[in-house]
């Protein structure tokens, strides 16, 4: 399927959240595909099929937020690293705390407000 697509394994892996050699493993059997990454590539087969890229979109988008948000989380653990005890420590901790909360579906929010913004 990830032939008939043409992706190169590392952009299948990309796409999906997985190392090319993940990627391989599962084509080679020596790995069983989660369920997660059987439905995405299904859906990528679908939407090549109909002539449309609107998941892939959204994985990108996807990926793009949860590039941000690793970005923001190591930005912040810097700032707590020299910050001394005070209500600017304490703002900065309450924006940590929500970064590494964040929850799925405000991932897809921020990749639909991302692929809004680009249309």
């Known amino acids: 399927m990830r032939k008939s697509l043409g ?3 590392a952009a299948l892996g990309e796409l999906l959240g997985l190392q090319p050699e993940t990627i391989s493993r599962i ?13 995405l590539l299904g859906a990528l087969v ?5 002539g449309h890229s609107d998941t ?4 990108h988008a ?14 912040y653990r810097e700032q707590l690293k ?17 970064w590494l909360t964040m929850g799925p579906r405000r991932k897809l929010g921020l ?7 680009k249309n």
């Open 111 to 117: 990749a639909d407000l991302y692929l809004a913004s």
């Open 62 to 75: 996807l990926a793009r937020v949860e590039s941000t948000r690793n970005e923001r989380v190591e930005s």
């Open 82 to 98: 020299r910050l001394p005890r005070g209500p600017e420590r304490e703002r900065v901790e309450a924006a940590l705390r929500d």
């Open 7 to 9: 992706l190169k394994s």
């Open 56 to 59: 892939e979109m959204r994985l």
């Open 27 to 39: 084509e080679s059997g020596r790995l069983p595909a989660d369920m997660r990454s059987v439905a």
């Open 46 to 50: 679908l939407d090549a099929l109909a």
